[in-house]
T-cell receptor, first 111, second 115 residues
Framework: QQQVKQSPQSLIVQKGGISIINCAYE??????FPWYQQFPGKGPALLIA?????SEKKEGRFTISFNKSAKQFSLHIMDSQPGDSATYFC??????????FGSGTQLTVLP | NAGVTQTPKFRVLKTGQSMTLLCAQD?????MYWYRQDPGMGLRLIHY???????AKGEVPDGYNVSRLKKQNFLLGLESAAPSQTSVYFC??????????????FGDGTRLSIL
């Protein structure tokens, strides 16, 4: 049972454009929603995270938007750069602190 | 400060062979995790540990065993490898605090092929 659904599977964006990746979750007990970035041959690394008491969190060019009623959250990458080309995973966890990951989005930013 | 170190980085096994993957962290983290990553499926939790001497099953534990004899090490064992266990295995660790949302720190993975 996939508790966190992520889309799209792949995304191609021009340099300077906006990249948007969407996730939806089913378990209302989830209370922490991180995004991880993974480069080829490396492990995932935490990019940005949000808790459900806020609707938006921004760190530099990266913004998480959170819609609790719709059980959806999304990652927006503004002014996308070729160096942002990576695989992005959304995730969710609850009190057990176990992360449930989405299936991943492979982002390619064209120069 | 190396963070999370996984050994080996690559390994090829024959069906039925056994092996152990080693994860070591130097951040004094209480929690440690083993995931497997397969194309189109994200990362799936195999087993995890909330402290030295404790382990628990994750989402896909069948065919794997783990041990955490020391706080800094978490071992993943395959007793009789099967082709379905061909995957990239990641270890991660995190702090235990009263706050929700401690980030997990990942190693760079072990690429395991079973023929």
């Amino acid at each position: 049972q996939q508790q966190v659904k992520q889309s799209p599977q792949s995304l191609i964006v021009q340099k300077g454009g906006i990249s948007i990746i969407n996730c939806a979750y089913e378990n209302t007990a989830f209370d922490y929603f991180p995004w991880y970035q993974q480069f080829p041959g490396k492990g995932p690394a935490l990019l940005i995270a949000i808790r459900p008491d806020v609707s938006e969190k921004k760190e530099g060019r990266f913004t998480i938007s959170f819609n609790k009623s719709a059980k959806q959250f999304s990652l927006h990458i503004m002014d996308s750069q070729p160096g942002d080309s990576a695989t992005y995973f959304c995730a969710a966890s609850g009190s057990a602190r176990q992360l449930t990951f989405g299936s991943g989005t492979q982002l390619t930013v064209l120069p | 400060n190396a963070g999370v170190t996984q050994t080996p980085k690559f390994r090829v096994l024959k069906t039925g062979q056994s092996m152990t993957l080693l994860c070591a962290q130097d951040m004094n983290h209480e929690y440690m995790y083993w995931y497997r990553q397969d194309p189109g499926m994200g990362l799936r939790l195999i087993h995890y540990s909330v402290g030295e001497g404790t382990t628990a099953k994750g989402e896909v534990p069948d065919g794997y065993n783990v041990s955490r004899l020391k706080k800094q090490n978490f071992l993943l064992g395959l007793e009789s490898a099967a082709p379905s266990q061909t995957s990239v295995y990641f270890c991660a660790s995190s702090y235990l605090t009263g706050l929700v949302g401690q980030p997990q720190h990942f190693g760079d993975g072990t690429r395991l092929s079973i023929l």
